[in-house]
């Protein structure tokens, strides 16, 4: 469900971006549901998926043709993308707890998280092994092991400890990928030595002899050494031992087995197996609480045991989808039944593949070819997403509400059709309660008195600063929208050397059910409250009015010295000064194209830990050393406040395009025409901007109208003291502060600002 098209009636929580969970949103985003909100709960924004990653590490495929966008499918699916762990739930108050973030309602929840390494059962095993579960943090492990291969000097020993399809897959293609690169660096490729541990008699226990046989003899051609009856007991730095009294010194151990439930399911009172996977029922639904799905690895069927293998997460994807839908409308669910037998598709890691199912084993190049169709085939589902404008598919019949959420939701209905009103005034008191608010002792009156005024003290020889500041929602996460928000907002006091002293917030909620409702406001202050103590600020009031979209609104105090010293203002740029920009900019662009799900994730990511970032350190350190002028880069974008500035002071000035600092992805998407504003005439010259123009051709030239939110500080700083400057921001964690160019005597040309290509 997008914003602002459907009144909000229930929750479904996605916890984990596992291959059930991406096809449940790939479900949702082709029929969506009328009134339900899709969450997506998951530790990282790109998710891989299995069945290409063995490709991905003998280097045949790219990160990207490997990984599924997830934030960029949510927004297809209509969903909102949430970043973080999550830690536990509480059940008899249907919430998801997460580490970083306040806990969230939800009325079904899901949970396809994979599986974890058990590694407590072996010594040494926790602190020396590379586990390769879980799945979705493979990839930096991947890329460190590689670059720890390839940086040894002399020869490597690898040991891979389990020898069923996963292991022995991972190590042909580890093989093939560093013996390349080993090559590539002029070194001999027989440096690499790689030895494969299996507990059992046989490797690949669960296929048949012809698949074993086929693998033993690829193993034996390639050099690798296969310990059979060799469970591993103890590991202990770069040495494994096996019960039977073998030992091995290893370079690298990497661990393909024992993997089991993750730890935070024990307390969730859902009934575990004895690995720690959730035990449910056909349905995928909790044998424990109907509200509570899982599918994939996590899981486990009860009377049917499963292994854990990709093909079962992708085929409960559908199911779950229907079934949660069902779920919400009240009607039986439907029973998912895993096929008997499958095919599995294993490659040697050179380009070739060996197919088993049943009885049935195949080898070859043609194998691989088939295999790679297949895989990317599935992956084209997840990439190639229908343009987010298109019309929907015909809406599924309403969920199943009971006589007073029918009520609400009629209310709700009504509230959408009309004006803009207050939130009953019990909903906000009951989201302020939850918030424990505080004052302190420059604020006699504020939030916990539950008055709409605050009374505050300004203490004696300061002056008080105010600015008011509104912004829509640009992200679907009310939290994370809600922490930039009051960023956004206190930048307007950090700007003028002022500390912050308090705030009052107004919240325009999108109409629902009570509960839905109350959700959202408690997101939204949690996240805004979280920002004003983290800078000493204290929220005094909070109010929160109906409207068709998601927005805040602050007023916000800060405190000066009476007398005004180290306030920097727009207007005292002096000739001869340095520009000196803190952030990045090419967050409007960036946001602008996700929406058109023309951004990856990875760049909305980036974009959004530089919004997060509050500028207090960065503003302090400017007026340390000396900055005369100083102003954020805001809606007006960057040229439009350098205009500001200049126009105040009466200077010029040179802005150096390359050393402009942009965005991961910000050029890329202003080039396919996202940009949020356009450069009109008269907009850098008094001319219009003219095709031929080198500078209107630059690919930064566009970003220097795109409007901003918590953006970062623009100034101007005295020649002697800007290196040092730039130094001590880099240190306080701006690293992309940066020199942008500098301040002229007016005159200097025909136009206030002068573009350095």
Not at 208 to 220: D, G, K, M, P, S
Not at 388 to 395: F, G, T
Not at 531 to 538: K, L
């Amino acid at each position: 469900m997008r914003a602002g098209e459907e009144a909000i009636l229930r929750d479904i929580v996605l916890v984990g971006g596992g291959h059930s969970h991406v096809g449940v949103l790939r479900q949702f985003g082709r029929r969506p549901l009328p009134g339900v909100r899709l969450t997506v709960i998951c530790t990282d924004t790109h998710t891989p998926y299995s069945g290409m990653l063995p490709g991905y590490i003998a280097g045949h495929y790219s990160y990207d043709q490997v990984h599924i966008d997830l934030r960029r499918l949510a927004m297809f699916a209509g969903a909102r993308f949430f970043r973080d762990e999550v830690v536990g739930l509480d059940r008899e108050r249907r919430r998801v707890l997460c580490r970083d973030r306040p806990p969230l309602s939800y009325d079904l929840l899901s949970i396809n998280i994979g599986s974890t390494p058990r590694l407590d059962g072996v010594a040494g095993a926790a602190e020396e092994v590379l586990p390769v579960k879980p799945i979705r943090r493979f990839n930096e492990r991947w890329l460190a092991l590689l670059q720890r291969v390839c940086g040894h000097p002399g020869g490597t020993t690898i040991a891979v400890v389990g020898a069923g399809a996963g292991g022995v897959e991972l190590t042909l293609a580890m093989q093939y990928r560093l013996r390349r690169e080993l090559q590539a660096l002029g070194r001999g490729p027989d440096e690499l030595r790689l030895h494969l541990f299996s507990a059992d008699r046989e490797i690949l226990s669960t296929h048949n002899a012809r698949v074993r046989r086929t693998f033993e003899r690829v193993l034996a051609e390639r050099g690798v050494v296969v310990h059979r009856h060799a469970e591993v007991s103890s590991v202990s730095h770069q040495q494994l031992a096996t019960r039977s009294g073998e030992y091995l010194s290893a370079d690298e151990i990497i661990w393909v087995t024992q993997a089991g439930g993750a730890g935070w399911l024990r307390d969730t009172g859902l009934s575990l197996d004895s690995g720690g996977f959730i035990l449910v029922s056909d349905t995928l639904q909790t044998v424990s609480d109907p509200l509570v799905f899982a599918a994939g690895d996590c899981a486990a069927m009860i009377d049917v045991p499963l292994e854990k293998a990709g093909v079962f997460a992708v085929r409960q994807g559908r199911p779950l989808a229907e079934n949660l839908r069902r779920s919400l409308m009240a009607m039986p669910l439907r029973r998912y039944r895993p096929q008997a037998r499958w095919l599995a598709l294993i490659s040697t890691g050179d380009r070739r593949a060996v197919a088993s199912r049943g009885a049935v084993c195949a080898e070859g190049a043609w194998v691989w070819r088939w295999k790679d169709r297949i895989d990317r085939r599935f992956m084209a589902g997840f990439q190639d997403l229908p343009p987010i404008d298109e019309p929907a598919a015909p809406l599924m019949p309403a969920i199943s509400l009971d006589a007073s959420e029918t009520a609400q939701a009629r209310a709700a209905a009504a509230i959408r059709c009309g004006d803009v009103a207050p939130v009953a005034a019990t909903l906000l008191r009951q989201v302020v309660r939850m918030l424990r608010a505080h004052n302190c002792g420059e604020v006699w009156l504020g939030l916990e008195d539950g008055e709409h005024a605050a009374i505050l003290q300004v203490p004696p020889g300061k002056a008080m600063v105010q600015t008011l500041a509104s912004c829509g929602a640009f992200i679907d996460d009310p939290w994370l929208f809600a922490r930039i928000a009051a960023n956004d907002a206190l930048d307007d006091i950090f700007v003028l050397g002022a500390e912050a002293h308090s705030a009052s917030i107004v919240a325009t909620l999108p109409a629902g059910l009570d509960d839905k409702v109350e959700d959202t406001l408690f997101q939204l202050l949690s996240g805004a409250a979280e920002v004003f103590t983290g800078t000493d600020c204290v929220l005094v009031g909070a109010r929160a009015v109906w409207g068709p979209e998601l927005a805040l609104g602050f007023a916000v105090n800060g405190l000066v010295g009476a007398q005004l010293t180290g306030v920097m203002d727009k207007g005292s740029m002096r000739p001869g000064e340095v520009l000196i920009l803190n952030k990045p900019i090419g967050s409007a662009t960036l946001l602008a194209a996700h929406r058109r799900l023309r951004a990856t994730g990875r760049w909305i990511d980036a974009a959004l830990r530089s919004m997060l970032q509050s500028n207090r350190l960065a503003a302090s350190c400017l007026n340390t050393y000396a900055a005369s002028a100083c102003t954020r880069v805001s809606a007006l974008g960057l040229h439009g406040q350098l205009l500001a500035m200049t126009r105040r002071a009466g200077v010029a000035v040179e802005l150096d395009l390359n050393a402009l600092p942009v965005l991961d992805g910000a050029a890329e998407t202003a080039a396919l025409g996202f940009p949020s504003r356009r450069p009109a005439a008269g907009s850098c010259t008094s001319r219009a901007p003219s095709a031929s123009d080198p500078a209107c051709r630059h690919p930064k030239h566009a970003l220097l109208f795109d409007p901003e939110t918590s953006g970062g500080l623009l100034a101007s700083v005295p020649p002697e003291t800007a290196e040092a400057c730039l130094q001590a921001l880099r240190a306080l964690g701006y690293p992309r502060a940066t020199s942008v160019g500098r301040v002229l005597p007016a005159g200097q040309g025909p136009e206030p600002i002068l573009l350095k290509l």
